[in-house]
Nanobody
Framework: QVQVVESGGGLVQAGGSLRLSCVAS????????MGWYRQTPGKQRELVAT???????NYADSVKGRFTISRDNAKNTVYLQMNSLKPEDTAVYYC??????????????WGQGTQVTVSS
């Protein structure tokens, strides 16, 4: 089994920065995707950014140019550097992991979430 644990959330003023970290542990497949999603009350969880083990990144349009996802494969860790934060970025941020192969996608593993609050 795989577990992921997030850290790094908090309260920041608009225009500020935060860095989130997520460490995956357990039976990690070499071919995997790690990423960040966020959710606010009453809304569906939405993609923020993902990073495949092969080096491909994907960002939500709303965060392009402000957020940067990176990963350290040796440490099974993914980071989310969030700059120029806006009040609308306020949400619980969740780390996600899943492995994949030819025609196969493994189950999603979610962290417990970390709160990010941006004050205006």
């Amino acid at each position: 089994q795989v577990q992921v644990v997030e850290s790094g959330g908090g309260l920041v003023q608009a225009g500020g920065s935060l860095r989130l970290s997520c460490v995956a542990s357990g039976s990690i497949f070499s071919a995997n995707v790690m990423g960040w999603y966020r959710q606010t009350p009453g809304k569906q969880r939405e993609l923020v950014a993902t990073f495949t083990s092969g080096g491909t990144t994907n960002y939500a349009d709303s965060v392009k140019g402000r957020f940067t996802i990176s990963r350290d494969n040796a440490k099974n860790t993914v980071y989310l550097q969030m700059n120029s934060l806006k009040p609308e970025d306020t949400a619980v941020y969740y780390c996600n992991y899943f492995h994949y192969g030819p025609g196969v996608r493994g189950p999603s593993v979610w962290g417990q979430g970390t709160q990010v609050t941006v004050s205006s």
